[in-house]
């Protein structure tokens, strides 16, 4: 008798049963793994403000106030004269020195908007990483919609707050607020147009006031974020508004709150440009988004938080701290 080998393996069954396991266990680990790179990125997000705030506060002991939120020029010198923000003078205080020394703001030909960059050409394609949140989906240097950024400046995912948009709590509801044709401004926070703002004059506490917001976020599916010409931009003009006048007093950097975190709210001469004045705080994260506080502390801010309460923590002065929010 001839003898026979029997060969072993898998039944097709058994294979099939072996892969939808697997597929089992690979639907239950995913959401896991992309938690834990979320949770990484929030974390990396959060450390960034975090650098921002001591920046800012660098900044501050150096020269005994905050920078301004945006500054312009005279009105007849748009758009060469526009300036630019808070965000590229705290440049030397985030390793970025270098940068900040290449920069040309005294030649009337010198432009921080981003058609050129004209003799500010370092910024061009310059990406900072403590000025991006990792959960963006945003390109960092959009040229979306009406931007005008064709030179490619970058776009921050941090924008310094101006303050609240009327009604502002207190007895004054109009205070340091203007119509300056691009939605409501105001002076009633830290980071406004052609002011500074000193530590003194946050008088309701650092602790109860947002200087910062994240802004990484789309708003309806569009990139509606304070960097028009480029993040680095200033301001459309010299104007204030506890000036005489602020007419067509547009910038980038800055924003007047005006709707919940996270809103997917586009309203004409509020939202729907980037240079307008109420750009909306949003972010990628679920839930919420980044806030730094005067006092440099980092909170995660829900987006369902009380309005009135948002507009406490955005005004500077309006008597009512805040406590746990």
Not at 213 to 225: C, K, P, R, Y
Request: hydrophobic share 35%; glycine share 10%; charged share 15%.
């Amino acid at each position: 008798m001839r003898n026979r080998t029997r060969q072993t393996g898998f039944t097709l069954i058994e294979l099939l049963v072996v892969i939808a396991i697997i597929a089992i266990l690979i639907a239950l680990l995913l959401p896991a793994v992309q938690q834990a790179r979320e949770a990484a990125r929030r974390s990396t997000c959060k450390n960034n403000l975090k650098q921002i705030g001591v920046a800012l506060h660098n900044y501050h002991d150096t020269h005994r106030t905050f920078p301004q939120g945006n500054y312009g020029m005279t009105n007849n010198q748009w758009p060469l004269r526009d300036g630019t923000n808070w965000r590229t003078m705290i440049l030397p205080y985030i390793d970025q020195a270098t940068v900040y020394n290449q920069l040309t703001f005294d030649d009337v030909n010198a432009t921080f908007n981003g058609l050129t960059y004209t003799g500010n050409e370092v910024l061009i394609g310059l990406k900072v990483p403590v000025f991006l949140c990792p959960s963006s989906v945003l390109d960092p240097f959009d040229n979306s919609g009406v931007s005008n950024n064709t030179a490619g400046g970058l776009n921050h995912h941090y924008v310094g707050i101006q303050g609240a948009a009327r009604p502002i709590p207190g007895s004054n509801p109009d205070k340091g607020t203007r119509d300056c044709n691009h939605g409501w401004s105001c002076d009633n926070g830290t980071f406004f147009s052609n002011e500074c703002v000193t530590l003194a004059k946050i008088v309701d506490g650092s602790s109860n006031t947002i200087i910062v917001a994240e802004q990484s976020g789309e708003v309806n599916g569009q990139n509606l974020t304070a960097n028009y010409y480029g993040g680095w931009h200033g301001a459309r003009n010299d104007s204030r508004v506890s000036g005489s006048s602020c007419s067509d007093l547009w910038s980038a950097g800055t924003t007047c709150v005006r709707f919940a975190p996270n809103s997917n709210i586009i309203q004409t001469g509020a939202t729907d440009r980037k240079y307008r004045n109420n750009t909306v705080i949003n972010s990628q994260h679920t839930g919420g988004i980044h806030i730094l506080l005067g006092d440099g502390s980092i909170h995660f801010l829900s987006e369902n938080v009380d309005f009135t309460t948002l507009k406490q923590l955005c005004v500077r002065y309006d008597g009512v701290p805040v406590g746990e929010f």
